[in-house]
């Protein structure tokens, strides 16, 4: 089956950097976009980056000049580039996947803990 897994979550110090990385498996297409999302207690999920397969991005302000999104298509893998944490960032991670409007997968989330 399609999956995504992602790994590269943990426990950083305000202004520190984390590097997320999301690998889908059992595919013999591309994702059409591919992006970031993030889970807080008590928060619905909101869109953190996405990225075109045409590497067009997009980026919650919250995080712009600080995390950068990236893919390697050849290996249908997005990475996520967290610079500079903040406390605010802690969340759960989860990748996203799509192609076309109608097939959607969810990665199973990376827990990412911004504190001194």
């Known amino acids: 089956q399609v999956q995504l897994v992602e790994s590269g979550g943990g426990l950083v110090q305000p202004g520190g950097s984390l590097r997320l990385s999301c690998a889908a498996s059992?595919?013999?297409?591309?994702?059409?976009?591919m992006g970031w999302y993030r889970q807080a207690p008590g928060k619905e999920r909101e869109l953190v980056a996405a990225?075109?397969?045409?590497?067009?991005?997009n980026y919650a302000d919250s995080v712009k000049g600080r995390f950068t999104i990236s893919r390697d298509n050849a290996k249908n893998t997005v990475y996520l580039q967290m610079n500079n944490l903040k406390p605010e960032d802690s969340a759960v991670y989860y990748c996203?996947?799509?192609?076309?409007?109608?097939?959607?997968?969810w990665g199973q989330g990376t827990l990412v803990t911004v504190s001194s």
């Open positions: 996203n996947a799509k192609r076309g409007r109608n097939f959607e997968i």
């Open positions: 059992g595919i013999i297409f591309s994702f059409n976009t």
């Open positions: 990225i075109t397969i045409g590497d067009t991005t």
